[in-house]
């Protein structure tokens, strides 16, 4: 029998979430130990695991591995336990695609939804032009997943994989990231508000993001 994966995550952070989203999908058991910022995360015992002092890392006993950064997580445990290629596909150039979106949310999505979070909630003075950037990033990032969307339900192929579920965590906080100033209106892209409807529709992602709000507000 197998012995849960260790999940090391933060309450409020996106991406630990994202990870327990494919946890979830794959049906792997696991166990999620909350660290506190920064204390916990920035720690001797912590940084041993992740010299970067982030979040999400797992440990998994089964194998062994100690692994950090969310995208490579991700590919690791379909890798390792998607064994019928349910969030993937095992043809090219579809396996492929799917690397090249999570590519795209990582350098992409990530960090710019992360910089506007910053700057509008966080940074210790209030910078209206950077705050204007990142939101229009955030609005440039959802076009190009919008155009990509056009007469598709998913980002490849016909099913949904781990590419499309990556994008969730981070795009169920925009109204969080751009307040009303900056506020986006989602049915001005058609394609993006259908796609993330559908995601937040299954019943592993609507878990996760219950369990977030039970931990943030616990």
Avoid at 4 to 17: C, Q
Avoid at 33 to 59: Q, S, Y
Wanted: proline share 6%; with cysteine; glycine share 6%.
């Amino acid at each position: 029998m197998s012995q849960p994966i260790i999940l090391y995550s933060h309450k409020a952070g996106p991406n630990p979430w994202k990870v327990a989203i494919i946890l979830e999908e794959l049906g792997i058991k696991y166990e999620t130990k909350f660290l506190e910022f920064p204390a916990g995360v920035k720690g001797k015992e912590f940084t041993a695991k992740n010299p970067n002092g982030r979040v999400p890392a797992i440990d998994d006993p089964n194998t062994g591995i100690t692994l950090w950064e969310s995208g490579a997580i991700i590919e690791y445990l379909v890798d390792r336990y998607d064994t019928s290629a349910k969030l993937t596909y095992t043809s090219s150039p579809e396996k492929y695609y799917i690397k090249q979106w999570l590519m795209f949310q990582m350098s992409g999505q990530g960090p710019y939804f992360g910089q506007a979070s910053w700057f509008k909630n966080y940074h210790s003075e209030k910078l209206p032009s950077a705050i204007e950037r990142y939101a229009n990033e955030i609005k440039r990032v959802t076009t190009v997943l919008n155009n990509a969307l056009e007469g598709k339900e998913y980002l490849v192929g016909d099913k949904c994989t781990y590419a499309d579920l990556s994008f969730v965590t981070w795009g169920v906080m925009v109204p969080l990231l751009t307040g009303e100033q900056h506020e986006i209106n989602f049915d001005e892209y058609p394609n993006y508000k259908a796609w993330m409807e559908r995601l937040n529709a299954r019943p592993a992602v609507k878990k996760v993001l219950e369990d977030k709000q039970k931990a943030m507000s616990g």
